[in-house]
């Protein structure tokens, strides 16, 4: 089995990390190809609850390599303070590798987004204030910190000092904030150096030596592709490729050894921060879902705007990740609905969508065309195969196939590793 890529296909928090978790004793090594902290992956295994952000969720897993590719930004307070909580829990870290090309966060790209975001005021993205897009900013603009520069002090001085000589005005001239000192910088990230050193490789040599043992390898997105910054609602997206695209830029592994791209959607519809989303329900509906969907953020605490599913993104998901499986999740939130509306086209300005239109512009004025199922009142929580939900739900599932135009291969009935109906083998 070679790589296999896993993207979420809607706006987020689909559940990837529990779909993650779920291979896991199965593969070799997970990576994370993009992103960083924004991220927060909730997994929970027996009466344990763990919430992982920077670290790919296969670090769970006993014998799985997890790797932060080349494509992560990384803050290293955070990345430190993940691997001691999870060691004082008794998980062993021993075994993450770190690219020696991804970036840093430098503590100014925290200022930086948080001031950016109060500057634009409505204009405001809704970021997660994490640093992750001046991280990415910084990267495409060469003036990014990575990895291998902790181990050049000389060289990473120079980098630093060249970075803040223009961030440097525009956070005193523009945002009226203080300079930001050099040496402070350099010392805080030499801080973690040492400790990082025996962790980081040339993560995509690594990789494609496990590929040519034979060996299986996840590829894991954070975000999903609604907040890819090509191919989502931008610009409310976040600063990476989330699609299965960014899958080989963040790992370097080339396209040719990608066999399988599993999709993870949720039987509704959540998304964090500003940006359009035509399903949204404002109305107690939307709150209906959130309290028994336990909506809220995992990284900020912020409420999850919630809305029915739509088979209209889902479908572009299909297509601009050429999934091969979907992994729908979350459908035991719908238990106790008489009826559950599906957005099947949008309506702009009077003329229908079938895809998602062309412009942002016309985006943001689609209003749902929806299709309504009837819903179902029987626990599905411990149903472990199709036949075992009522026909209501497995009809629901089976008309959302049909919809995507791919096939769902398992579905998730509760947040444990145990509570997933399996259609079909995952890693045939
Ligand atoms: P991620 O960012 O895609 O990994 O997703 P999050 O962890 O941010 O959000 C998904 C939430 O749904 C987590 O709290 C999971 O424990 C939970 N979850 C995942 N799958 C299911 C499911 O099938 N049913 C229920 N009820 N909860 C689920
Ligand atoms: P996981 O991996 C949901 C959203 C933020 C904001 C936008 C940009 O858990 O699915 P950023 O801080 O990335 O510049 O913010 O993207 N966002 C997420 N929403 N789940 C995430 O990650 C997200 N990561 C970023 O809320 O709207
Ligand atoms: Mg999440």
Redesign the pocket.
Known sequence: MPAIVLV?AQW?????????DLLGSRVDAVVKFNGGNN??????IGDE?Y?LHLLP?GILTPGCVPIIGNGVVIDLGVLFEEIDGLRARGVDTSSLVVSASAHLIPSYNRTLDKVTERFLGSRRIGTTGRGIGPAYADKMARVGIRVQDLFDEEGLRAKVAGALTLKNQVLVKIYNRRAVDVDEVVDELLAHADRLRPMVADTSLLLERMLDEGRTVVLEA?Q?TLLDVDHGTYPFVTSSNATAGGACTGSGIPPTRISAVIA?A?AYTTRVGEGPFPTELLDEQGERLRSV??EY???TGRPRRCGWFDAVIARYAARVNGVTDFVL?????LTGLDEIPVCVAYDVDGVRHDEIPMTQREFARATPIYETFPGWDEDI?SATTLNDLPKNARQYVETLEEMIKAPISA?????ERE??VTVRDLLR
């Open positions: 979420g987020g928090d689909e559940g990837k990390g529990k779909a993650t991220a927060g992956h909730t997994i929970v609850k919430a969720s954070g999903a993870i949720k969907g336990a953020g995992t990284t999740t979350k459908l035991d939130v929580s579905v998730g009935v509760g947040p509570a997933t």
